[in-house]
């Protein structure tokens, strides 16, 4: 690629942009693939599945949310982008497809699929930037740390048993922690807090759709499971109370700090500041998400069978992380959080003794009815006030 062509690529160039159907098209990719991670958990609902589940979820999570950063500070309309994004389509369906043997036979497909995504793009971000030593820098660093990781990746698809989930352990520390520190790169330094801020209003739109998208996870899961399984008037009432669970997931996630968070970035003296916290953030939101689809899952196949242990935990467990994740999104807005979400992640934790002496249904239910109290909590309290404004960061 020649200068001419790289010129104007970085968004250093110009002002804000809006998420693009490209990258909608790119986040049905990811549906599947967390779709097929609730199902990991919901086959193995137990320590080992339960740790494997989490490491593959992370693996996911972070080829969307390095891509979202990385092609965030270019504009994603110019072609190198656009072929960057098929590059990392077609690597996550190569992913997606090996999810169900990760930990088995397909273990170097899933751990090289990675790699390839996240080296291979900041490559091609490279090829596409030739000549342009500033605005590689970015890119340059994700190659680096990238690199890195790729080490244990790729020894942990040539190993079995507990190794392969310690290196894999260690390739994920040293991914979100690469990030979290800003990428420091030996000779080109940190990743610029500017350049965070550059991207926040895009990225601010890409985490709401992403969350959107990832509640059809909850959707497919469960109409498969009623779909692949005899209709009978109680599985019925299963799907139901799983649907009312979706709507209040995206219900209380669109409540005011949802609504505003793009409103939050700009009143922000630190509008970076949300983009490097919003991965971590929506992680939890989203793993949430995972977790109540694969209870779900359960509850739907099994309605009258009493609850064991970590089917509990799983149900139960589902709606609190959703709600951890989503009061430190509450105070990344509002600098405060609201009562009713810490009540009820006390009710989801009390309650789970309680329910491994009732059906799976009932459990079901439980999870139905703490959200519900929250959506409810929350519409009284915004009932005749204003609009709350998101409070300046410091």
Do not use: K
Not at 52 to 71: P, R
Request: glycine share 8%; charged share 10%.
């Amino acid at each position: 690629m020649t200068i001419d062509r790289a010129v104007g690529l970085s968004r250093e160039d110009e002002g804000p942009q809006r998420a693009t159907l490209l990258e909608l098209f790119l986040d049905l990719v990811f549906v599947a693939a967390l779709a097929l991670t609730s199902r990991t958990l919901a086959q193995r609902l137990d320590w080992v599945g339960a740790f494997q589940t989490v490491l593959l979820l992370m693996a996911i999570w972070w080829v969307w949310s390095a891509t979202a950063l990385a092609t965030d500070l270019y504009h994603t309309q110019r072609p190198p982008i656009f072929v960057t994004t098929l590059w990392v389509m077609l690597g996550t369906i190569l992913l997606t497809g090996s999810l169900p043997g990760a930990f088995a036979e397909h273990a170097l497909l899933f751990a090289g699929a990675y790699v390839a995504i996240q080296v291979g793009r900041g490559i091609f971000l490279v090829a596409a930037l030739h000549g342009r030593g500033a605005a590689q820098l970015p890119a340059r660093r994700f190659i680096f740390w990238f690199g890195v990781s790729a080490v244990p990746w790729l020894a942990g698809g040539l190993v079995a048993g507990p190794a392969r989930g310690l290196l894999w352990t260690a390739a994920l520390a040293v991914d979100y922690g690469a990030a979290w520190l800003r990428y420091p790169t030996p000779r080109l330094g940190r990743l610029p807090m500017r350049q965070y801020a550059v991207a926040a209003d895009h990225l601010a739109e890409r985490y709401q759709q992403f969350f959107t998208l990832a509640l059809g996870d909850l959707i497919l899961v469960t109409t498969l499971a009623f779909a692949d399984n005899n209709v009978t008037p109680i599985r019925t009432v299963a799907l139901l109370v799983g649907f009312a669970a979706t709507v209040l997931l995206w219900q209380i996630y669109v409540h005011r700090a949802g609504a505003l968070l793009q409103a939050a970035i700009e009143a922000s003296r630190d509008p970076g500041g949300f983009v490097r916290s919003a991965p971590y953030t929506h992680l939890l939101m989203v793993a949430g998400v995972v977790a109540t689809a694969a209870g779900f899952e359960v509850v739907i196949i099994h309605p009258t069978e009493q609850t064991p242990p970590w089917l509990a935990g799983v149900i139960l467990g589902g709606p609190a992380l959703f709600l951890a994740g989503r009061a430190r999104f509450e105070y990344e807005v509002f600098s405060r959080v609201s009562p009713s979400r810490l009540v009820a992640l006390l009710v989801l934790v009390v309650a789970g003794p309680a329910l491994l002496l009732t059906p799976a249904l009932v459990a079901g239910l439980a999870a139905a009815l703490v959200l519900a109290g929250v959506a409810v909590s929350d519409g009284i309290r915004a009932y005749g006030n204003p609009p709350e404004p998101p409070a300046p960061s410091v």
